[in-house]
């Protein structure tokens, strides 16, 4: 780990920069970056007439919290939320139990038809969720299912996507771990929960991450599947306020967005630098 | 003591709910008649808390009809509205009742997804007539009515008043003809070098496929006589109001050439844009934020004033029980009866569906203080009904690029418009052999 600053700050010399220059950069994009954030925000905060000023106010000239009041009067966003993290998680944890199990057979096992069944998952992975809305909808209804959360979850208990991400990790493990493992008399499950897992955390957290941002944000099933507001979600509850004909209400819309968005934001800066150290991992070294 | 007050209100909203309830009960009874609960999806078009207002009027309408309790499903706005309605009508599984964008009237016909509700409507002598002919094109095929007008809208020309009087146009005279608006649009259009700082008018992209309808009507034309099985995209009067488009954006370059439909009525507000063509569902947010005065117009004419409607029809749905058809009914007739039809555009901004629904004294009030409301309903009489097709998503998005790409200059009005004849011609030739 102590080589990389040295090869670091020595590409940073090779480009020309120092560190000042680089947190000068640094400083621009997160300001670019977040600056919508914020525009939500201050938004969120203003009275209609106060939006579209010719000048941009970014302190509300006349600060109010009635959006926010207004959004929890036109739909139970309380209820929403509640819905939401139910789904998300519900989702995760099946997904979490049966990814890790599918990716250590293609990862460690070899048998007839592997291959193929592996790029059958590869498939999955490529269809759009427009394609098969009207098969899940007569497999959720054969099932009687329909309007409730478990409609939801259940199409995404299984994901291609995290059965290639944790294969590509579990890969990455070398074979000598396998065999020490095995002469201690660790293998399969076990092998998979104390040796693989652990190593491939910074992957488990990161699909985890995708997982509930993907689903979190989903819409067009939820609103197929779903009718009444007792078990309905976040995005449906803020796509009240996008309207076809008449343009948005601003101010409402951007405080739903907002509370729609702060649990997701909350939950990045605590994983962090897990997220980020996942996509930098590159193996293991020595 | 707030809580305690809050107790006892509690108290009181129970007794009366068991009340009811007991009610309920015991007429259920006494009749032997079972409860029928209908499944309703609606969309919501404008922007305000609607869903509130629908949900307020079926509580009204099921606290009144003891038998029939209307389940209210927000669907989205109008294109997922419609996923939701073929996802379920395939999934064996229709609701009773849907308000469905009027340009899908087709692709409903073709899935056979609709009843037709002339028997329904011969039990009310009178009722259907009540409703502009305009609202009603979008209900009919081959001499049968299979839905009835809702939320209904049409594009009208709104013009800001303080813009006119600082070029020195009259604030009360908005341009009546092309050649007026071409003119005022020249005068109010302000520029710092070549920037553009103000544009003269501004027809709103996004659905600018409607507003362009509008343009066609006006020339005396039609895009898709659905009646006469005939898509006349290229006709003429199209290349007509194509090149007065392009002659606008491109030529006087008085028009921005892109736009969305969400950001040109924000741009209005700002003073970007002195005149604004976009439907009457925005008055409502043009009051509340613009701070100069402003007035809405009919569409200027060429030949004639002219106007495509819009909005949403109510469907009863086929494969439902016979006796949740005939509620569904009682339901549609009761929300579409003038009193609510009045209630409804005043609390949504819609045009009301139906001549009468003018004569009530709430609506009279509504109107004599906020005259721009009979804008949209006078200009009705030169309104028609808007193209429709099946396969209408993949329709729109076939002229909306021929008009995009004219918009921007890319290709001549007329290319544009000969290729997306031809396309349109061989996507439903494709839809009738796949079918």
Not at chain 1, 272 to 281: A, D, G, L, N
Not at chain 2, 159 to 184: H, I, M, Q
């Amino acid at each position: 780990m102590r080589s990389r600053p040295a090869t670091f700050s020595a590409a940073l010399h090779r480009l020309g920069l120092n560190r000042l220059l680089l947190h000068m950069i640094l400083l621009i994009v997160s300001t670019i970056t977040a600056a919508p954030y914020f525009w939500a925000l201050s938004t969120s905060l203003k009275l209609r007439r106060d939006v579209f000023t010719p000048v941009p106010q970014w302190i509300p000239p006349n600060p109010t919290l009635q959006n926010y009041v207004d959004l929890f009067y036109m739909a139970p966003f309380g209820l929403f939320l509640v819905n939401t993290i139910l789904v998300v998680s519900g989702i995760l944890v099946i997904q979490l139990i049966t990814a890790p199990l599918a990716a250590y057979v293609f990862a460690r096992l070899r048998f007839a038809g592997s291959g193929f069944l592996f790029g059958l998952f590869l498939v999955q992975m490529m269809m759009p969720i427009h394609a098969v809305v009207v098969p899940n909808y007569l497999t959720i209804n054969a099932m009687g299912l329909l309007d409730t959360r478990l409609a939801m979850m259940l199409p995404f208990w299984a994901s291609g996507y995290a059965v290639f991400l944790l294969r590509q990790a579990f890969r990455q493990v070398p074979r000598d771990f396998e065999d020490a493992a095995l002469i201690d008399g660790c293998s399969g499950l076990r092998f998979l929960w104390h040796v693989l897992l652990p190593l491939a955390k910074p992957t488990v957290i990161a699909f985890s991450l995708i997982s509930v941002v993907t689903h979190w944000n989903d819409f067009l099933w939820p609103l197929i599947v779903t009718d009444s507001p007792a078990v309905r979600t976040l995005t449906i509850g803020l796509a009240m306020f996008v309207q076809q004909e008449s343009g948005a209400d601003w101010p409402v819309l951007m405080a739903g967005t907002i509370f729609v968005t702060l649990p997701l934001l909350l939950l990045f800066l605590v994983y962090q630098r897990k997220f980020i150290e996942s996509f930098m991992y590159a193996g293991l070294k020595g | 003591m707030l809580k305690d007050r809050r107790l006892r209100y509690l108290g009181r909203s129970l007794l009366v709910v068991v009340a009811a309830v007991g009610l309920l009960v015991s007429q259920a009874s006494a009749q032997g008649e079972r409860l029928v609960r209908l499944t309703f999806y609606y969309p919501v078009g404008v922007a305000g808390p609607l869903a509130r207002v629908v949900d307020g009027m079926v509580q009204e309408f099921n606290a009144e009809h003891p038998f029939i309790e209307v389940v209210p499903v927000y669907s989205g706005d109008y294109d997922p509205t419609m996923m939701k309605v073929q996802t379920a009508v395939r999934g064996g599984n229709p609701p009773d009742i849907a308000v469905v964008e009027i340009s899908e009237f087709p692709t409903l016909l073709a899935m056979g997804a609709i009843i037709p509700l002339d028997d329904y409507i011969a039990q009310h002598p009178g009722y259907i007539d009540a409703f502009f002919p305009a609202f009603l094109d979008n209900s009919q095929f081959e001499g049968q009515v299979w839905g009835i007008p809702f939320q209904r809208s049409t594009p009208v020309l709104y013009w800001n008043k303080a813009a006119f009087a600082e070029v020195g146009l009259d604030p009360e005279s908005p341009p009546t003809t092309w050649t007026e608006l071409a003119d005022y649009a020249q005068r109010l259009t302000t520029r710092t070098g070549t920037d553009v700082t103000r544009w003269g008018v501004t027809i709103s992209g996004g659905w600018n496929d409607w507003l362009f309808e509008g343009f066609v009507r006006q020339s005396g034309g039609q895009l898709i006589d659905f009646h006469g099985q005939e898509v006349k995209f290229n006709s003429p009067e199209a290349v007509e109001a194509l090149e007065f488009w392009v002659e606008l954006m491109q030529g006087l370059k008085v028009g921005p050439p892109h736009s969305t439909w969400a950001s040109t009525p924000p741009d209005f507000v700002a003073g970007r844009t002195a005149m604004l063509y976009h439907s009457t569902g925005i008055m409502t947010f043009l009051k509340s934020s613009a701070d100069f005065p402003f007035g809405a117009a009919f569409m200027p004419a060429n030949v004639t004033y002219g106007a495509a409607v819009g909005g949403g029809n109510f469907f009863i749905f086929k494969d439902i029980p016979q006796e949740n058809q005939d509620a569904a009914w009682t339901f549609i007739h009761w929300i579409t009866s003038p009193e609510k039809a009045s209630y409804w555009s005043a609390a949504s901004g819609y045009v009301a569906v139906r001549a009468d629904a003018y004569e009530l004294a709430e609506m009279q009030e509504l109107v004599t203080e906020h005259p721009e409301y009979l804008v949209a309903r006078d200009q009705l009489a030169f309104g028609h009904g808007k193209m429709m097709a099946p396969v209408y998503q993949r329709v729109r998005e076939i002229l909306k690029s021929a008009l995009d790409d004219a918009q921007a200059g890319l290709v001549s009005p007329r290319v544009a418009l000969d290729r997306a004849q031809e396309e349109m011609e061989r996507t439903l030739r494709s839809w009738i052999q796949t079918r």
